[in-house]
């Protein structure tokens, strides 16, 4: 690979051969950064909701005083 890149100018190697891959790969990165951009998001918002039940429960088991419901 040294020796192919070895004689060509450094616009070719540092600006053409970048531009050409991102215009050939550009919508597979595109899909591919949107996937983990929507996954984050999902992931958010389940530990989010998750969280804010396990706070109602609490919050609710907290205010009765009957011990028969902190058993279970």
């Keep these: ?6 004689d060509v100018p ?5 600006i053409a051969i970048p531009v050409i891959a991102l ?5 597979l990165i595109a899909n591919v950064l949107g996937f983990l ?8 918002v389940f530990v989010a909701l998750v969280g804010g ?17 902190r058993q279970w």
Excluded at 10 to 14: G, M, N
Excluded at 53 to 69: A, M
């Design 10 to 14: 450094w616009w070719v190697k540092w």
């Design 37 to 44: 951009v929507g996954l984050l998001f999902k992931v958010l």
């Design 53 to 69: 039940l396990i706070f109602l429960v609490r919050k609710v088991r907290g205010s009765s005083s009957s011990s028969s419901d």
């Design 23 to 27: 215009v050939v790969f550009g919508g």
């Design 1 to 6: 690979m040294r020796e192919i890149l070895a």
